[in-house]
């Protein structure tokens, strides 16, 4: 197995499984997926961080469209993380643990929030005096007088 920058310093400790695997591809497999652990810890947390942090007129369903996806993301975390406790090893799903090797970018702390614009040609589209981000901007656009936000379907 090659050595990557995420790779574990040591190999781990493993205990007696009933699993039919022999030991050296038993922690092979517990450090590829202690790897991977770390990188699907990284993500739920990211997602998270979104889920905190949305800002705009399509917040609501952008907000829940994060969480779901986390609440998702967390219970494949639990199933890596049983995995390799299957295998006998010791799964290593602390946050210090996952930010040291996770292979996924770091999450930006800053992001640009951008309104819409609202000049010349949106007027024409949408009427002078109504924003294409407001429920009269869509009222009528969408049949039978419905009004809907960003997120609904």
Known sequence: MKKSKNALADPPTMYPTGIDLPLNERIELNTLINLRLASAIDLQLQLKQAHWNVKGPCFIGLHEL???IAAAVESYVDMIAERVVQLGGTAEGT???AASRSRLDE???RIR??????GPQS???FGRN????????FQGR???GQTRTCGET
Do not use: M
């Open 142 to 144: 969408l049949g039978g």
């Open 130 to 137: 109504e924003r294409p981000t407001t429920a009269g901007g």
């Open 123 to 125: 007027r024409r589209r």
């Open 107 to 109: 999450y930006p702390r």
């Open 66 to 68: 994060f969480d779901s």
């Open 113 to 118: 929030h951008r309104e819409p614009r609202h």
């Open 95 to 97: 946050v210090r643990v």
